[in-house]
Nanobody, 123 residues
Framework: QVHLVESGGGSVQAGGSLRLSCAVS????????MAWFRQAPGKEREGVAA????????IYADSVKGRFTISRDSAKNTLYLQMNSLKPEDTAMYYC????????????????WGQGTQVTVSS
């Protein structure tokens, strides 16, 4: 059974940085996509960044390009999201997600989800 556990959220002032982690267990696919999503109160969930675990290719939402970096440590089975130059509008619950049996296209189709970690950015 696939388990995704996020950590690293917290409160930070605008301009600050945080690094989110997502520990992955029970995943047996050889090549797959993993991603970070976020959902702010009263808003729909949105894709933030995604990475192909096999070839390292990445995609980013326009709102975070140049500020956020997605990466993974295969040896540790961990996904990361380095967030720099944080803005109040980055405040949200951040979720880690992994591709399942359905092929992912962009930020659509993710099957496995973590419980989330809260990020709060104050001005």
């Amino acid at each position: 059974q696939v388990h995704l556990v996020e950590s690293g959220g917290g409160s930070v002032q605008a301009g600050g940085s945080l690094r989110l982690s997502c520990a992955v267990s029970g995943y047996s696919h050889d090549s797959y996509w993993m991603a970070w999503f976020r959902q702010a109160p009263g808003k729909e969930r949105e894709g933030v960044a995604a990475i192909n675990i096999n070839d390292g290719s990445t995609i980013y939402a326009d709102s975070v390009k140049g500020r956020f970096t997605i990466s993974r440590d295969s040896a540790k089975n961990t996904l990361y999201l380095q967030m720099n130059s944080l803005k109040p509008e980055d405040t949200a619950m951040y979720y880690c997600a992994a591709e399942g049996e359905v092929v992912v296209v962009g930020f659509e189709g993710y099957q496995y989800w973590g419980q989330g970690t809260q990020v709060t950015v104050s001005s």
